[in-house]
């Protein structure tokens, strides 16, 4: 099991995101990430909480008004089972989710595309198919969904692992020379 694995900077990386091809299709998923069901929004960073509470009136701009009325009357995240997340709609759209031509999309992020705000959203959206797990420490794998068919079979076409997928996240996350360690650790 931990041949699965190799180790940079005390985190623990499933040897999967490299080996696994991976591209999105928002064509054919609709953009699957920010509405599947479940009793479980997208983790969320204590710090991430400050920085959307800052930012909230911009994205407000880009939500539907019943969106809108939710987060204002009762928050835009929770806390379960210790682990702070982002709230969902009928238990499938995230707050935040907007459409375009029938494509969910992340509000957060068309503002930070639209250079309206700085933050572009939750580490946890932005690292997807990537999980992270805390085990005693960080513990980063790739987590498969049957909502993400698409993004395997287009990633077989690309040839583009999980890891270059995930490339701009993973250095927001950990930084560009965690990044580079990985690469090289995953090549050799």
């Known amino acids: 099991m931990l041949n699965d694995f190799v ?8 040897k999967d995101i490299a080996s696994t091809n991976f591209t999105c299709d928002l064509k054919a998923c609709k953009g699957a990430c920010c509405t599947m069901p479940s009793e479980f929004g997208a983790p969320l960073l204590k710090e991430e909480i400050n920085i959307i509470d800052n930012i909230l009136d911009v994205v407000y701009e880009y939500l539907p008004e019943t969106n809108v009325k939710m987060i204002k009357k009762s928050g835009y995240w929770e806390d379960k089972f210790d682990t702070l997340m982002v709230k969902s709609i009928k238990k499938r759209d995230c707050v935040f989710a907007i459409y375009e031509n029938e494509v969910a999309k992340c509000s957060i992020e068309k503002a930070y595309f639209d250079k309206r705000i700085e933050f572009r959203k939750p580490i946890s ?14 513990v980063l794998r790739y987590e498969e969904y049957d909502e993400c068919a698409p993004a395997l079979k287009k990633g077989l076409q690309t040839k583009i692992s999980v890891l270059e997928f995930c490339k701009e996240a993973l250095e927001r996350a950990y930084g560009i020379n965690f990044y580079q360690k990985l690469i090289d650790k995953m090549r050799s």
């Open 7 to 14: 180790e940079i900077d005390n985190i623990l990386i499933n």
């Open 125 to 138: 959206c932005h690292l997807f198919p990537i999980r992270i797990n805390d085990f005693g420490g960080a």
